[in-house]
């Protein structure tokens, strides 16, 4: 069966179809998916029915799979999968501030595959994605050429300050510098690379130079032109390009539940 690609809009996202993740890949569709993802940065499928071993079996076709450093290992069997759930006991959820997985790793990831299975009932839940090649394009030269000069530092502990507290035996807190603007190692293209879940602060710069700087980057990130929007149902799969996009998961449901799994493929260090 052909698969089929849907561009959701001209700047990022398209929907895939006539695949079914659960049952192994030929190399001509495993081809297609990845360029999918590189024309696209995050690419989504619907009706997947994949059990935690089919699911990480797809995500391992694309890389070594990527442990948490500091998230609960909720399935002990399985240290690869990071299972996404709220509900009316949740004092918050993960992924609700815009960012990029794991940034602050010294070698983020490469990507995200989340598999949900139960959205609200009432609707929510969306996850909005946005384009680090396009906010890159949209910076003017001059601005473009300052911040090729610089690195930021991303930290662990911005998004996770409650479990830094108190934490767990087996959770690890990471902190990079990195460059704020990184070339992409497969397509060539330049992103921006810092994210209002990670990055504190950019070294070479006075700490109040910094702070403006970066609250004016976040920004810019989260500008309503360079995002999509997916509309999650029961078994649906987002596919997303850490090296390209900075996402934010909408938590406008509480109390309702809303759970899923997540597999994460390792990356290299940004350059």
Excluded at 139 to 151: E, F, H, R, V
Excluded at 154 to 160: E, F, I, Q, Y
Excluded at 194 to 203: C, L, Q
Aim: one cysteine or more; hydrophobic letters at 35%; proline letters at 8%.
């Amino acid at each position: 069966m052909t698969i089929q690609i849907r561009t959701l809009t001209p700047t990022i996202g398209a929907e895939i179809g006539g695949i079914d993740l659960a049952g192994p890949l030929s190399n001509q569709q495993f081809d297609a998916i990845h360029q999918a993802l590189l024309d696209h940065q995050v690419i989504f499928f619907r009706d997947q029915r994949m059990t935690v071993a089919q699911h990480k079996d797809f995500g391992a076709r694309f890389g070594k799979l990527h442990i948490h450093p500091n998230a609960p290992k909720t399935l002990p069997d399985h240290p690869e999968i990071l299972t996404i759930k709220a509900g009316p006991d949740s004092k918050r959820v993960a992924g609700e501030v815009w960012h990029s997985d794991v940034s602050c790793d010294v070698e983020p990831p490469m990507g995200s595959i989340l598999h949900i299975h139960e959205v609200p009932e009432n609707g929510g839940g969306d996850t909005m994605f946005a384009s680090m090649y396009a906010a890159y394009d949209a910076l003017s030269p001059a601005m473009q050429s300052i911040l090729g000069t610089l690195t930021a530092v991303h930290d662990s502990r911005k998004s996770a300050n409650h479990q830094y507290r108190d934490p767990a035996p087996d959770q690890q807190f990471p902190h990079a510098e990195h460059p704020i603007i990184r070339t992409h190692p497969e397509t060539g293209r330049r992103a921006l690379f810092v994210n209002r879940g990670f990055t504190t602060r950019i070294p070479q710069l006075t700490q109040t130079e910094s702070d403006a700087l970066l609250e004016m980057l976040f920004r810019h990130a989260e500008t309503p032109k360079f995002v999509c929007r997916f509309k999650w149902q029961p078994n649906s799969v987002a596919f997303w390009d850490n090296r390209a996009v900075q996402h934010q998961a909408l938590w406008d449901y509480f109390p309702q539940r809303r759970f899923g799994y997540r597999v994460t493929i390792c990356g290299d260090r940004p350059r």
